[in-house]
């Protein structure tokens, strides 16, 4: 049976298995991300305020979920059921803390202790194969306006690299950066700023631990 409370409870579930918060999951979806509040959900007469249908195919849609997965969520136990590409986690890490020492080995992979987790609904077509694949969240304005602060960058250190991606490059003095790779070769990498005032940036491979390219953002 439809309830008031089980559809907005599995609006809820349906933003925590995809590694959002509500206002999160609102705001990917292209909703005012004030949306799914808790004080939208009673309206000003006190009666109940229903998601709307339109706001349904939305959420589905961003989250690649189907109207039976959603279903499934109305009960609690039905989150166990979701298709596993839904369930899937992957490591993150906030960007701020990812220069320190200890979180990734020589080749880029996460390792070591501190990593949160998160569902990543929409694994790239490689992931089976690239199972290290992991989350950078940014913080600050150094992106804009390509990143916001809260997006989760995916990155996969396996996937080949080609001029015009955009990749976490993390130097030999632990600097940790996104760029848009200008021009590799054996004995230098240039990189562009994603942010036009910031300026781009030219290493030597010896001062570059490794460069890692994102296959997806998570807005």
């Known amino acids: 049976m439809f309830t008031h409370?089980?559809?907005?409870?599995?609006?809820?579930?349906?933003?925590?298995?995809?590694?959002?918060?509500?206002?999160?999951?609102?705001?990917?979806?292209?909703?005012?991300?004030?949306?799914?509040?808790?004080?939208?959900?009673?309206?000003?007469?006190?009666?109940?305020?229903?998601?709307?249908?339109?706001?349904?195919?939305?959420?589905?849609?961003?989250t690649g979920s189907s109207l039976s997965d959603f279903l499934a969520l109305l009960d609690e136990s039905g989150e166990a059921h979701l298709p596993q590409e839904a369930k899937s986690q992957i490591p993150v890490l906030g960007y701020a803390q990812a220069g320190k020492d200890g979180y990734f080995d020589d080749a880029g992979y996460p390792t070591g202790e501190g990593w949160d987790s998160i569902h990543f609904p929409h694994p790239a077509q490689d992931t089976q194969q690239d199972i290290k694949i992991y989350a950078l969240e940014v913080s600050g304005d150094s992106m804009?306006?390509?990143?916001?602060?809260?997006?989760?960058?995916?990155?996969?250190?396996?996937?080949?690299?080609?001029?015009?991606?955009?990749?976490?490059?993390?130097?030999?003095?632990?600097?940790?950066?996104?760029?848009?790779?200008?021009?590799?070769?054996?004995?230098?990498?240039?990189?562009?700023?994603l942010n036009p005032d910031q300026e781009n940036k030219s290493f030597t491979t010896q001062e570059i631990c490794w460069i890692a390219r994102i296959i997806w953002v998570s807005q």
Do not use: C, H
């Not at 918060?21 to 909703?31: D, F």
């Not at 509040?37 to 195919?57: C, H, M, V």
């Open 144 to 193: 804009l306006p390509l990143f916001r602060a809260g997006d989760r960058l995916i990155v996969s250190p396996q996937s080949t690299i080609r001029r015009g991606d955009r990749v976490i490059v993390k130097t030999t003095l632990g600097e940790i950066m996104a760029k848009e790779l200008l021009r590799q070769t054996a004995s230098k990498v240039e990189l562009k700023s």
């Open 5 to 62: 409370e089980n559809i907005w409870a599995a609006l809820d579930r349906l933003a925590r298995v995809s590694g959002y918060s509500t206002s999160g999951l609102a705001k990917k979806a292209g909703l005012d991300p004030t949306s799914f509040n808790r004080s939208k959900r009673i309206g000003p007469d006190g009666k109940p305020r229903w998601p709307s249908t339109e706001s349904l195919a939305r959420v589905l849609g961003a």
